[in-house]
């Protein structure tokens, strides 16, 4: 089935650094999500992004993040600077329209902030 | 608050045997509740899909039991196999809303 996928796996940054994780999302998607999952927590919505813009984004979604996808290349998140509360598992996924159904989701991006 | 519960947090069965795995929901407003399932390693993938128009939505093996008056609703798994040995998430959304709230997961596990 359709793929996205993400890069790196795992990032492990010191405290105040700046971390870019990157999404390669399936190639006629228009909409594209982050979320963030605790260890042992549920997913919890981060932001989503349309044609350029965020469109919705949650509590969680700090001023430090940010989110770009310049030329339809990777979806990014951006935070900076990093804070120990921001180590979680980061999944990004898309979908083909402005209902659609189905998420697809890669595989994550461990970030652990020391 | 936690819009979506599921319970229990693991469970074990016995191939062959039917897991049931609960969700419950305090957004009487939510109208669409996918279950995602999760193999180590891997991101979420849809597996099946019920709205709250219907009590009940079957495919193969898996099949959502929905109850709107109580905000409830389970998967069972019939005939377990160890390949469904998975994490399975229960999501609710609004139709058209660009959102969707999982729960924390439940781990299956399936004894050969």
């Known amino acids: 089935g359709p793929k996205v996928l993400q890069i790196p796996s795992h990032q492990i940054i010191d405290m105040g650094q700046m971390v870019t994780l990157n999404c390669d999302p399936v190639?006629?998607?228009?909409?594209f999500y982050w979320y963030k999952q605790i260890l042992g927590q549920q997913m919890e919505f981060l932001v989503n992004?349309?044609?350029?813009?965020?469109?919705?984004k949650s509590k969680l979604f700090k001023d430090q993040f940010s989110v770009e996808r310049p030329d339809g290349s990777y979806f990014t998140l951006k935070i900076q600077p990093t804070a120990l509360e921001d180590s979680a598992v980061y999944f990004c996924?898309?979908?083909?329209?402005?209902?659609?159904?189905?998420?697809?989701f890669g595989s994550g991006t461990r970030l652990t902030v020391l | 608050q936690q819009q979506v519960r599921q319970s229990p947090q693991s469970l074990t069965v016995w191939e062959g045997e039917t897991a049931i795995l609960n969700c419950s929901y305090e957004?009487?407003?939510?109208?669409?509740f996918p279950w995602y399932q999760q193999f180590p390693g891997e991101g979420p993938a849809l597996l099946i899909a019920?709205?709250?128009?219907?009590d009940k939505k079957e495919d193969g093996r898996f099949t959502i039991f929905f109850n709107k008056r109580e905000k409830k609703l389970s998967l069972h798994i019939t005939d377990s196999q160890p390949g469904d040995s998975a994490t399975y998430f229960c999501?609710?959304?609004?139709?058209?809303?660009?959102?969707?709230?999982f729960g924390k997961g439940t781990s299956l596990t399936v004894i050969p």
């Open positions: 957004n009487s407003a939510f109208d669409y």
């Open positions: 996924a898309s979908s083909l329209g402005q209902a659609a159904e189905t998420l697809y």
């Open positions: 999501a609710a959304s609004f139709t058209g809303y660009q959102n969707f709230y």
């Open positions: 992004f349309y044609n350029g813009k965020v469109m919705e």
């Open positions: 190639s006629n998607h228009l909409y």
């Open positions: 019920i709205r709250s128009v219907s």
